[in-house]
């Protein structure tokens, strides 16, 4: 324990044991002496929580008071949720207790926690269920509870209620008794305070450290406790997993006085309401529906129904539209053995994350495929993944309500033994063993991967519901109707216009989205075998035989504000090893630096270089000029900034010895690789020139020759 409190960084330990056998007494004083002394030597310290009642008989106060750092005294669960409903800290019972446990004590040792949490009673049930402050207020809400008060003698808030024809008992705290025991602990000087439990409390408390004794509310403080805030915090009213959605927000009141007895008290006008989810469906108490998700799959939902049939039980199947639309059989076997069918969206996305419009979309286009193939409707949904399923943000209700707007009832589920994991059929039993009396709906799948697993665990998950005297019943029994009442049959062949128009669109959206795969797919073989054939191409070019050619050569270019770059452009071209007469015309095109006067000043030294301007008209125009001035029938282009090296002409005309050639391409490098559209660039000439054009030259039909570094005979242009 040592070991794994360092790894977590932890300050010690705090023990809460209950129903302790006082006989163990002088053996737990012997334990908890090593133990702290274990937890002391390490720089660590012990808690030890004290509960109230006949749980004290087995601690030694005496023997662990030297030894022991804290006591926590748990002054709150007067009433227990296995108990008859009543207050949870009454002002005799909390004040008593307050004094029993730190009189003759260092009560800077003591640490009193204070609770902020609710109880729901439900007649005849074994257990209340655990609500927060916000779930109590949205109960008397919904339950259209007129007044609740805080008085004396015991100062607890409560309320009762009757749901679905059931009577409920509740008992919470709140601020108003928080600040009432705060004051009762700050006078008898304990050491500190906690609260029971974090994310139940009235959050009223947060701001009511500061009241004084004398509960004198100023001005600022009061409105921070009486008004009831109506919060994102999400709610739940009601028993069972089949939930509707109010997200409704509204403030509420209550009056906060103090009476003759100087204690706190308060009078509930107005209760807040918060988003809420409204449960139905919990069934009787030994009912329990088996559910599965993501089918149907031609493999293992087949074997899912041999087994249900076996054991003559009936299941709902949420079904994805994609894998309905596939195996349209097995939908219509799963309706024609009894078993009930619900939407579980069409591509199965999470719609959490989905625009509004593409949750309608996905609901509707299922329903309506369902439709067709079935002649029936579905009004359950059970929306994918468990982010949808248990909602902690405002965000989250969203699919839920949207489907509810449509007219479906939203399936939740309690019992989640996660075989979609894989973790082994005999965990997958186990965990719905242990899970089984937190609700009434199990959660398995029927497709989505290899179900194996859940094939194996089925019969056994049967036998145990069997043998504890449950009755493995459709969703329609858990609401008390009948299955033409959750999956009512078409009546004629009338379909609403709204759902024919979304799903046909939804229809073209698929088909276009297969189009698209599948012209991806293909394009991407052209490319794959275009470039094969390419590089074979290239692999087989051979040079042609070298021959001499020194036939006069007109060099062109257009020059448009590249003084930086012309001149050494000029000096490469005049450094050419090429033997033959050339003449280099440089078209001027309305350049706004000094080119004409650089390339005046080479003209000077060169009489082979002359230089023509005129107006910005453009690349274009500018080489159709310079084709008009060519004394030569051989033209060579290149652009202002392109470098050739002493052999780059004569290698660039030479192929012309051949009558039969027509133009010559050159190959381009990229001089500059400093950044990374330049190295981009360059990855495209070491392409285009080494594999493309040569590939090309094998099949002779090279249609683009750059104007980079090119050569053609000027008949041929003319």
Request: hydrophobic letters at 40%.
């Amino acid at each position: 324990m040592l070991s794994t409190l360092d790894d977590a960084k932890a300050a010690g330990v705090v023990i809460d044991w209950e129903q302790i056998d006082p006989a163990y007494k002088k053996d737990i004083t012997a334990f908890l002496d090593k133990f702290t002394d274990a937890l002391h030597y390490d720089d660590k310290q012990l808690w030890l929580c004290v509960q109230p009642g006949q749980d004290l008989d087995y601690i030694d106060f005496e023997e662990l008071s030297d030894n022991i750092d804290r006591y926590v005294a748990l002054l709150f669960d007067e009433t227990s949720d296995i108990d008859s409903p009543g207050p949870l800290g009454s002002r005799p019972w909390f004040e008593g207790w307050l004094h029993v446990l730190l009189e003759n004590t260092d009560t800077k040792q003591w640490i009193v926690a204070l609770g902020s949490y609710g109880y729901d009673w439900t007649a005849g049930a074994k257990k209340a269920e655990l609500i927060s402050f916000p779930e109590a207020m949205s109960r008397a809400s919904y339950a259209e509870i007129a007044a609740a008060t805080v008085t004396g003698p015991g100062y607890n808030p409560s309320f009762s209620y009757t749901d679905a024809d059931k009577e409920h008992a509740v008992s919470f705290l709140d601020v108003v008794t928080f600040l009432n025991q705060l004051r009762e602990v700050r006078d008898a000087k304990a050491g500190g305070i906690a609260v029971y439990r974090l994310g139940t409390e009235d959050t009223a408390i947060w701001d009511s450290f500061n009241v004084p004794a004398d509960f004198a509310l100023d001005n600022k403080t009061r409105p921070l406790l009486e008004v009831l805030r109506g919060t994102d915090t999400i709610t739940d009213v009601g028993d069972g997993e089949i939930v509707s959605v109010d997200e409704t927000r509204s403030d509420g009141m209550r009056t906060i006085a103090v009476d003759g007895e100087h204690y706190l008290t308060a009078e509930y006008t107005k209760f807040p309401q918060f988003p809420t989810l409204y449960h139905q469906g919990a069934g009787d108490e030994h009912q329990v529906a088996i559910t599965f998700d993501d089918g149907p799959d031609p493999e293992w939902t087949p074997q899912i129904l041999d087994i249900l049939k076996t054991h003559n039980a009936k299941a709902a199947f949420f079904l994805v539209g994609a894998n309905a639309e596939k195996y349209p059989a097995l939908v219509r076997r799963i309706v024609n053995e009894g078993h009930e069918i619900g939407n579980h969206t069409y591509y199965h996305p999470n719609l959490a994350l989905c625009w509004p419009e593409h949750i309608r979309l996905e609901l509707n286009a299922t329903q309506l495929l369902l439709e067709t193939i079935t002649g029936r409707a579905t009004t359950l949904f059970r929306p994918p993944y468990a982010a949808d399923t248990s909602p902690s943000r405002i965000s989250e209700l969203t699919p839920l309500n949207i489907a509810q707007d449509l007219g479906y009832l939203v399936v939740l589920e309690n019992i989640d033994p996660q075989d979609w994991a894989k973790p082994g059929a005999d965990i997958i039993v186990q965990r719905v063993k242990q899970q089984r009396r937190d609700g009434s709906i199990i959660l398995l799948h029927d497709a989505g991967g290899d179900r194996a697993q859940t094939v194996e665990a089925l019969p056994r998950i049967l036998d145990y519901l069997y043998a504890r005297g449950d009755s493995v019943v459709p969703l329609s029994t858990l609401l008390g109707t009948s299955r033409d009442g959750v999956m009512p049959p078409l009546q004629g062949s009338g379909r609403s216009l709204s759902r024919v128009v979304s799903g046909t669109g939804f229809h073209i959206y698929h088909v276009v989205e297969e189009f698209l795969w599948a012209f991806m797919i293909v394009a991407t073989a052209l490319v794959v075998v275009r470039t094969l054939v390419v590089i074979w191409l290239a692999s087989r070019f051979r040079r042609r035989e070298q021959r001499e050619f020194a036939e006069p050569v007109s060099i062109m270019m257009a020059a448009y504000n590249e003084g930086k770059v012309i001149t050494a452009t000029l000096e490469a071209l005049r450094t050419t090893d090429y033997r033959g007469e050339f003449e280099i015309i440089v078209i001027d095109d309305g350049s706004r630096d000094d080119t004409a006067a650089q390339v005046e000043e080479m003209a000077r030294r060169d009489q082979r270089i002359r230089l023509f301007r005129q107006e910005n008209r453009g690349k274009a125009r500018a080489l159709q000029r310079a084709l008009l001035l060519a004394r030569h029938g051989i033209i060579v282009f290149l652009d202002a900034d392109t470098h050739f090296q002493p052999d780059t002409l004569r290698q660039l005309v030479q192929p012309f010895a051949d009558e039969s050639v027509g133009a010559v391409s050159g190959h381009a490098k990229v001089g500059n690789l400093r950044t990374f559209i330049a190295r981009c660039q360059a990855l495209e000439y070491t392409c285009g020139f080494n594999l493309d054009r040569r590939a090309y030259t094998r099949w002779n039909c090279i249609t683009v020759v750059p104007g980079a570094v090119s050569a053609m005979r000027k008949a041929r242009i003319d």
